[in-house]
């Protein structure tokens, strides 16, 4: 993936917003328009956030996901840390599979992106 470069705006403390950022450069977006940019950093973000969701659940034994659903059917919905949380405690080497996943991901978004 790219090096960041200096268009991504000095408040970004979204890792996901982040990665969405390296991927527009890695993909050689990073000359679209603002609005365009800003759009596709939104999609990038919540299309990365679900899938990262998939490989968790997919991870999840069958308790660990019944618990999850009773996590998720409360009535206040759980925090993002509170989620994460849970995978972590969930799921063996967490964050390594997370980080297959986004590669996976990235490696997907850039050859689609490329072969215009």
């Not at 890792?15 to 328009?33: C, G, K, M, T, V």
């Not at 509170?82 to 799921?91: D, H, L, R, W």
Request: net charge negative; aromatic share 8%; glycine share 2%.
């Amino acid at each position: 993936m790219a090096t960041p470069q200096a268009t991504q705006p000095a408040t970004t403390r979204d890792p996901l917003e982040h990665f969405a950022y390296e991927l527009l450069r890695a993909a050689d977006l990073e000359a679209l328009p603002e609005d365009a940019k800003s759009e596709f950093i939104v999609k990038i973000r919540d299309q990365a956030q679900r899938r990262m969701g998939v490989i968790a659940v997919q991870h999840l034994d069958a308790a660990g996901l019944e618990e999850f659903n009773a996590m998720i059917a409360a009535s206040a919905p759980p925090s993002s840390a509170a989620v994460q949380a849970f995978f972590t405690a969930k799921i063996p080497d967490f964050e390594s599979k997370m980080q297959e996943g986004l590669l996976a991901f990235a490696d997907e978004f850039v050859a689609a992106a490329k072969v215009k």
